[in-house]
């Protein structure tokens, strides 16, 4: 962790119990992490790890039962007030009144800041200058994001979280919010982002944490996190035998069908057991399609440490 102090954000131990003494349930349990000054850290995890109930404690909408909380190097509880001009929260519900029309409501948020981003400017960017005049009620989800995200910013903010900042997005709005989070960083702005995008996630951060059950499961850089090692990917028709064809290839490889005739191998790629496994579906007569090698990703890292299991 970054030494105390030098942390946007920093959570110590952080402990939030739910439910009735005797059937509690704790979803931070004993929770540590720190989300450096002026990076991108992104907090995944599966539904039910956690993640929304330690946002909305570092937003002072709750508080920890145990355990400290620093935000800009104050106590999001205690210190509120001093908080929340310093502060862009970015709800995924988008937390705009339905029958405040974007650019009005925009403005009016923009006027509580000593020195806002131009209101105007801001809509241009995100593609909603023609949407100015809409209720927030009348937009589509995904004006309605953008709009979120707008709110979010336009105080420039030392610090601002996003909740799932590109859900029902289409490719463009996707591409400009990312580009807008980079500018962020790059002015120094630090930023929390929570999504279940991890190509979003890989893309954006410097410092990724992996909870789940309350807990840090893993943390660092993506690249720390998906590591050097390299994996081979084909198609193929469903139902090959891979116990025959992992007894051909080096000891300590792994090989895996899911979904179905899409084939996984997970070991040291080297022009010898690319060979081998070519020719193995050359013997047995199997047309490979697509094949390529690539290192893991961070949603690979996510299923091996969260598991492949649906959550409620």
């Known amino acids: 962790m970054t030494p105390p102090g030098d942390g946007a954000v920093e959570l110590d131990a952080l402990v939030k119990r739910y439910g009735a003494a005797g059937r509690e349930r704790r979803a931070v349990d004993g929770l540590s992490l720190t989300a450096a000054r002026g990076a991108v850290t992104a907090l995944l995890g599966p539904n039910g790890a956690g993640?929304?109930?330690?946002?909305e404690i570092c937003e002072g909408y709750r508080r920890a039962d145990s355990?400290?909380?620093?935000?800009?190097?104050?106590?999001?509880?205690?210190?509120?007030?001093a908080l929340k001009p310093r502060v862009g929260v970015m709800p995924q519900s988008g937390g705009v009144p339905g029958t405040a029309r974007a650019g009005?409501?925009?403005?009016?948020?923009?006027?509580?800041?000593?020195?806002?981003?131009?209101?105007?400017?801001?809509?241009?960017?995100l593609g909603l200058t023609e949407h100015a005049r809409s209720p927030f009620r009348r937009m589509s989800g995904g004006q309605q994001q953008r709009l979120s995200l707008a709110v979010a910013v336009v105080?420039?903010?030392e610090l601002v979280f996003l909740d799932e900042p590109t859900t029902g997005l289409d490719p463009q709005a996707r591409h400009a919010t990312w580009e807008l989070i980079g500018d962020l960083r790059?002015?120094?702005?630090?930023?929390?982002?929570?999504?279940?995008?991890?190509?979003?996630?890989?893309?954006?951060?410097?410092?990724?944490?992996?909870?789940?059950?309350?807990?840090?499961?893993?943390?660092?850089?993506?690249?720390?996190?998906?590591?050097?090692?390299?994996?081979?990917?084909?198609?193929?028709?469903?139902?090959?035998?891979?116990?025959?064809?992992?007894?051909?290839?080096?000891?300590?490889?792994?090989?895996k069908e899911s979904p179905a005739g899409h084939y996984l191998i997970?070991?040291?790629?080297?022009?010898?057991?690319?060979?081998?496994?070519?020719?193995?579906?050359?013997?047995?007569?199997?047309?490979?399609?697509?094949?390529?090698?690539e290192r893991r990703t961070l949603e690979d890292v996510f299923l091996e440490l969260t598991g492949r299991e649906l959550r409620p």
């Open 51 to 55: 993640k929304t109930t330690t946002i």
């Open 266 to 293: 997970e070991a040291d790629v080297r022009p010898e057991l690319l060979a081998t496994v070519t020719a193995w579906c050359a013997s047995h007569g199997v047309m490979t399609e697509d094949l390529r090698i």
């Open 67 to 81: 355990g400290t909380v620093r935000v800009l190097g104050l106590d999001p509880a205690a210190d509120g007030r």
């Open 186 to 255: 790059a002015a120094g702005v630090s930023v929390v982002l929570t999504t279940h995008n991890m190509e979003e996630a890989e893309r954006l951060s410097d410092h990724v944490v992996i909870v789940d059950r309350g807990r840090v499961v893993a943390e660092g850089a993506p690249e720390e996190l998906t590591g050097a090692e390299r994996q081979l990917r084909f198609r193929a028709r469903p139902g090959l035998g891979l116990e025959e064809l992992l007894s051909a290839l080096p000891a300590g490889c792994a090989a």
């Open 155 to 157: 105080g420039r903010p």
């Open 104 to 125: 009005e409501f925009l403005g009016l948020v923009a006027s509580f800041h000593a020195t806002p981003l131009d209101p105007s400017a801001l809509l241009e960017r």
